[in-house]
């Protein structure tokens, strides 16, 4: 007689640690978008953030990190900011500069299309 297994057994996927399908391509779109956004001034990256909306400073720099920045570029986010956001003191955010958002640009490689929409409605303010 063939033994059968228990019907009771815990599943395979520990609770909480669900699998989810994985698409092959994402991975390389991420590097693709990474690498095409540090191939941009780091200014311009940082522009182009504060423009989604207003940033503390240890935000913006996980944001920055997630997108790859070099070590000489982390060490002088202070002075970009200096230079294109204004600090709002009663909450220690940065807010882009108003002349700044006719400098941006609509296919910014860094954007998805979630951000690219929301920059259509900031920009038709």
Same mark, same amino acid.
Request: proline fraction near 8%.
């Given at each position: 007689?063939?033994?059968?297994?228990?019907?009771?057994?815990?599943?395979?996927?520990?609770?909480? *640690?669900?699998?989810?399908?994985?698409?092959?391509?994402?991975? $390389?779109?991420?590097?693709? !978008?990474?690498?095409? $956004?540090?191939?941009?001034?780091?200014? &311009?990256?940082?522009?182009?953030?504060?423009? %989604? *909306?207003?940033?503390? !400073?240890? @935000? =913006?720099?996980?944001? =920055? %990190?997630?997108?790859?920045? #070099?070590?000489?570029?982390? &060490?002088?986010?202070?002075?970009?900011?200096?230079?294109?956001?204004?600090?709002?003191? *009663?909450?220690?955010?940065?807010?882009?500069?108003?002349?700044?958002?006719?400098?941006?640009? #609509?296919?910014?490689?860094?954007? &998805? @299309?979630?951000?690219?929409?929301?920059? @259509?409605?900031? =920009?038709?303010?």
């Amino acid at each position: 007689a063939v033994k059968r297994a228990p019907q009771c057994l815990p599943e395979a996927v520990p609770e909480g *640690k669900r699998t989810r399908p994985t698409n092959p391509a994402q991975p $390389v779109r991420q590097t693709q !978008k990474r690498s095409r $956004v540090s191939q941009h001034p780091y200014r &311009d990256r940082v522009i182009h953030l504060l423009a %989604l *909306k207003s940033y503390k !400073k240890p @935000e =913006l720099l996980v944001r =920055l %990190l997630r997108d790859g920045i #070099r070590q000489k570029d982390k &060490d002088c986010l202070g002075s970009v900011l200096q230079q294109v956001a204004t600090l709002n003191p *009663k909450d220690n955010t940065y807010t882009l500069k108003d002349y700044l958002f006719k400098a941006l640009q #609509r296919d910014w490689p860094g954007y &998805d @299309e979630r951000e690219k929409q929301a920059l @259509e409605v900031i =920009l038709a303010r």
